[in-house]
């Protein structure tokens, strides 16, 4: 994975987050945080940060989040209402 595809699956996974009115602005504005001059490794941490998260707060199992990596792109986003913070 580049860091482009890293940054914008990043993207995907704020923009999941706004949707569902996630207050964690940690997270929902992770890119805004993001510098200029960042690394491919920066993102890799970038993206496992958010990832685990995500896993956390059970968003996502590791399995869908595995198969996110794989595919880059978020395939299949919670519905509203439908997981509990």
């Known amino acids: 994975m580049t860091k482009e595809q890293a940054l914008s699956l990043i993207q995907e996974y ?5 949707d569902l009115n996630e207050p964690d602005t940690v997270l929902t504005e992770l890119l805004k945080r993001w510098p200029e001059d960042g690394s491919e490794n920066k ?18 199992s590791l399995e869908e989040i595995k198969e996110h990596s794989k595919e880059k792109t978020v395939k299949e986003l919670p519905s509203k209402g439908q997981y509990q913070i």
């Open 43 to 60: 993102s890799m941490r970038w993206l496992g940060f958010i990832q685990g998260a995500l896993y956390a707060y059970g968003y996502f």
């Open 14 to 18: 704020c923009t999941v987050l706004e």
